[in-house]
T-cell receptor
Framework: AQTVTQSQPEMSVQEAETVTLSCTYDTSESDYYLFWYKQPPSRQMILVIRQEAYKQQNATENRFSVNFQKAAKSFSLKISDSQLGDAAMYFCAYRTSEIQGAQKLVFGQGTRLTINP | DTEVTQTPKHLVMGMTNKKSLKCEQHMGHRAMYWYKQKAKKPPELMFVYSYEKLSINESVPSRFSPECPNSSLLNLHLHALQPEDSALYLC???????????????FGEGSWLTVV
């Protein structure tokens, strides 16, 4: 079974600075997808960024980028120019291969990010 | 438009009550999901429907009964719940096209359930 580990329960960063959240995973599959979701106090899970395992290029979405190291099974999220609105719980997630057209997301335990003004 | 709508936002029910949570999406997605999330924990998968058929049941107690009336709607019927079932219940959807990989799963805002 796949597992996802986030080793940083909490992190904080000064506004406008850069922060990196860590995530490692374990799988025997060769083709898979990885995601970072953000969950603010409103509790809605918002997709931040996704990475296809077969792509060597790291995904980027505006101020958010990932460092995907497939051999090391590492998938970290870098947030540049941190803003107060980035404060949230961040979950790393692994998407399993399809079962009858549906997938399962396996989540890490989450990292609570605080932005200091 | 990546919108999954859940109702009600908050629900308080007694252990003998019967209630339902509802979820709707109009993105043409064919896979829909129920997740349960306890405080300070990640979401845990409960059920997955693909093309209106139950494809995954993660050994959820029978007091939770899912229903998918059509491809846009997903219900979770609740009966004889326990206080420990109090949690945030998240609905989600994805394209769910067989053989098409990379389907992102989109979440609703959740329904807060309190069992008293």
């Amino acid at each position: 079974a796949q597992t996802v580990t986030q080793s940083q329960p909490e992190m904080s960063v000064q506004e406008a600075e850069t922060v990196t959240l860590s995530c490692t995973y374990d799988t025997s599959e060769s083709d898979y997808y990885l995601f970072w979701y953000k969950q603010p106090p409103s509790r809605q899970m918002i997709l931040v960024i996704r990475q296809e395992a077969y792509k060597q290029q790291n995904a980027t979405e505006n101020r958010f980028s990932v460092n995907f190291q497939k051999a090391a099974k590492s998938f970290s999220l870098k947030i540049s120019d941190s803003q107060l609105g980035d404060a949230a719980m961040y979950f790393c997630a692994y998407r399993t291969s399809e079962i009858q057209g549906a997938q399962k997301l396996v989540f890490g335990q989450g990292t609570r990010l605080t932005i200091n003004p | 438009d990546t919108e999954v709508t859940q109702t009600p936002k908050h629900l308080v029910m007694g252990m003998t009550n019967k209630k339902s949570l509802k979820c709707e999406q109009h993105m043409g997605h064919r896979a829909m999901y129920w997740y349960k999330q306890k405080a300070k924990k990640p979401p845990e998968l409960m059920f997955v429907y693909s093309y209106e058929k139950l494809s995954i049941n993660e050994s959820v107690p029978s007091r939770f009964s899912p229903e998918c009336p059509n491809s846009s709607l997903l219900n979770l019927h609740l009966h004889a719940l326990q206080p420990e079932d109090s949690a945030l219940y998240l609905c989600a959807s994805s394209q769910g096209l067989p053989g098409v990989s990379g389907n992102t799963i989109y979440f609703g805002e959740g329904s807060w359930l309190t069992v008293v």
